[in-house]
């Protein structure tokens, strides 16, 4: 069984230009969420998506959307990058009917420059 | 205004001796709470959880202990090992996408 997997693992990128991170969720798992770790902080909910819809969202603008594809696999894009997007960027997709216990992948290191 | 809190930024435990790390939260209504691991470089690894119907939950050298009352659970580590020097962050689900929310995170280093 293959866990969570996440590319690419770094990406430097200048303001104002759009960004796309991709997740390949765990065999089984049908709800993935993306978590954005700024340095000392804790991860921080951007949102989930569940059969391929957004199933809830965290206090990020709207410049941050997401996809999810019938394999489960899922995208975070990030619109006119801000040098406070610079994160670690983590994705973690949870079992069917287990939803709460969230797996993580090794997430995206973003620089914004 | 954080809902969940780690009030230790760090804690330095010997090599065989036991690590308590700790969390307290706001409110009353959470009710399942998870503790996850991260090394450097890394992503959060799940450790053990534990349901607010228990006040103790015990997965071989990790014991969660929960206090309702006190809003509080803590994370023992028995015996300390030096690869258990990382950062552990306490967590419960929110709203209702179960989106986590976590502590800040306290570092752990597990001395010789």
């Known amino acids: 069984e293959t866990g969570v997997t996440q590319s690419p693992t770094h990406l430097i990128k200048t303001r104002g230009q759009q960004v796309t991170l991709r997740c390949s969720s765990q065999?089984?798992?049908?709800?993935v969420s993306w978590y954005q770790q700024a340095l000392g902080q804790g991860p921080q909910f951007i949102f989930q998506?569940?059969?391929?819809?957004?199933?809830g969202r965290g206090n990020f603008p709207p410049r941050f959307s997401g996809l999810q594809f019938p394999n489960y696999s899922s995208e975070l894009n990030v619109n006119a990058l801000e040098l406070d997007d610079s994160a670690l960027y983590l994705c973690?997709?949870?079992?069917?009917?287990?939803?709460?216990?969230?797996?993580f992948g090794p997430g995206t290191r973003l620089t914004v420059l | 205004d954080q809902q969940v809190k780690q009030n230790s930024p760090s804690l330095s435990v010997q090599e065989g001796r036991i690590s308590i790390l700790n969390c307290d939260y706001t409110n009353s209504m959470f009710d399942y709470f998870l503790w996850y691991k991260k090394y450097p470089a890394e992503g959060p690894t799940f450790l053990i959880s534990?349901?607010?119907?228990?006040d103790k939950n015990e997965d071989g050298r990790f014991t969660v202990f929960l206090n309702k009352s006190a809003k509080h659970l803590s994370l023992h580590i028995v015996p300390s090992q030096p690869g258990d020097s990382a950062v552990y962050f306490c967590?419960?689900?929110?709203?209702?996408?179960?989106?986590?929310?976590f502590g800040t995170g306290t570092r752990l280093q597990v001395t010789l």
């Open positions: 973690a997709s949870s079992l069917v009917g287990a939803p709460d216990t969230q797996y």
């Open positions: 534990i349901s607010s119907i228990k």
């Open positions: 065999s089984g798992h049908n709800t």
């Open positions: 998506y569940y059969r391929e819809e957004e199933n």
């Open positions: 967590a419960t689900p929110t709203g209702t996408a179960s989106k986590l929310t």
